[in-house]
């Protein structure tokens, strides 16, 4: 998958907590996340720190109002998230549920060892395989 697409797919699907992605999609994906992320954050926080000094606002108060009018996208990227993640453990037949491995000392070395791990080429448990063949 490219990089739009993954990207795209990332937001777009961000409750199918189901189904399975290759490495592309989730590597991919988490970089557009991260991208439109980092513009979203810039653009708002330029507007927020433009109109507070027009109005006379302190920066800490625009700084805050600015993060609690971007809680919805904070909120999406969350769950965004977890469902990728989840898609990917599928995707090498684990349970979205491995992903509270990350609570224990080895666990993000574990997770991104899987992360990086190629799929399961046949069909498993959580459905077909992304890939064509």
Do not use: Q
């Not at 954050?41 to 006379?56: P, Y």
């Not at 809680?71 to 998230?81: C, D, N, R, T, W």
């Not at 992360?115 to 399961?120: E, I, L, Q, S, T």
């Amino acid at each position: 998958m490219n990089f739009v697409d993954a990207t795209k797919a990332y937001f777009f699907k961000w409750k199918d907590f189901d189904s399975r992605i290759s490495r592309s999609e989730f590597w991919y994906g988490n970089l557009g996340a991260l991208i439109v992320s980092v513009i979203i954050g810039a653009v708002a926080g330029f507007i927020g720190g433009m109109l507070g000094a027009a109005m006379g606002y302190s920066i800490d108060g625009v700084t805050t109002t600015t993060n609690i009018l971007l809680l919805p996208f904070y909120f999406l990227l969350m769950v965004a998230g977890l469902s990728l993640v989840a898609r990917r453990l599928h995707d090498i037949d684990k349970s979205g549920w491995w992903y509270l491995i990350l609570l224990t000392v080895i666990g993000g070395l574990i997770l991104c060892y899987w992360f990086c791990k190629k799929g399961d080429a046949e069909d498993n448990r959580f459905g077909p395989n992304p890939l064509p063949l």
